[in-house]
């Protein structure tokens, strides 16, 4: 743990509370905001959570294909911008991206704990999710809505990409190496990065908000045993990646997919 009282990191404990009400005030606390928002008008709609929809990847400009590229490939690259201030934020204290493990260091082992934590969260997540619908308290999330142009696989493995990056930098990494700096316990840091987690998925419902706070629980503690996000990116990844292509392949050829 480092501490920051001492100015090792350049940051007094107030400056660091101020950081990250900062980064997520722009990043994913304001998603928070917004999905429990959603929530509250999915709630109140007429409808029951089950039969509305929470689309993922969807068109941004109808049935113009080259303006709709454009908008997709600026909304990854803006969702991206919290991720890079995260990481600007910890050279200027005088550390780096690999102080969390957001780096290239090591390939291999990355890539296999996260295949490997894929498998074992991805299953096991899309199981939650059918019950959770079917139980009526979640909404029918559609991963894919984009019309079928040459870049709509593209597209949805670099939304894949953007989701594994933002979110395992930010709730995973820096939050939780922050939070150890201004000396909180292992668990508790945790179950706050987690519920944070859970909170930005509302707008999917209340199945949303639970799958992913366990998922932030795992994701929380394999960080802090292995003080590396980087493997906690390839997995969100390859989860997501495979949520949104499968999605559309399997659609209408499998009874058990909405």
Do not use: C
Request: charged share 15%; glycine share 10%; proline share 5%.
């Amino acid at each position: 743990m480092q501490d920051v009282s001492t100015g090792k990191t350049g940051l007094t404990p107030r400056l660091v509370r101020a950081e990250l009400i900062v980064v997520f005030a722009v990043s994913l606390g304001a998603s928070a905001l917004r999905s429990l928002i959603s929530l509250i008008g999915s709630l109140t709609a007429p409808a029951e959570l089950k039969a509305q929809h929470a689309v993922l990847v969807g068109t941004r400009a109808p049935g113009r294909p080259w303006l709709d590229l454009s908008l997709q490939l600026a909304d990854i690259a803006i969702a991206l911008a919290p991720a890079a201030l995260v990481a600007y934020l910890l050279v200027r204290s005088g550390e780096s991206a690999r102080t969390i493990g957001a780096d290239l260091r090591e390939p291999g082992r990355d890539l296999l704990r996260g295949a490997l934590l894929a498998a074992v969260v991805g299953g096991t997540g899309l199981a939650f999710y059918l019950m959770a619908l079917r139980s009526g308290i979640n909404l029918d999330v559609v991963p894919d809505r984009l019309p079928d142009v040459w870049w709509r696989v593209p597209i949805l493995l670099l939304a894949a990409a953007q989701n594994g990056v933002l979110e395992e930098v930010i709730v995973s990494g820096y939050l939780l190496h922050r939070l150890d700096a201004l000396g909180w316990r292992p668990w508790r840091a945790v179950r706050l990065s987690a519920t944070l987690r859970g909170s930005y998925h509302l707008y999917q419902g209340f199945g949303g908000f639970v799958g992913n706070v366990a998922m932030g629980l795992l994701f929380g503690r394999l960080y802090q045993r292995w003080g590396r996000a980087m493997p906690l990116v390839v997995a969100h990844t390859l989860i997501d990646a495979v949520a949104f292509v499968g999605y559309g392949l399997l659609r209408g050829r499998v009874s058990w997919l909405p």
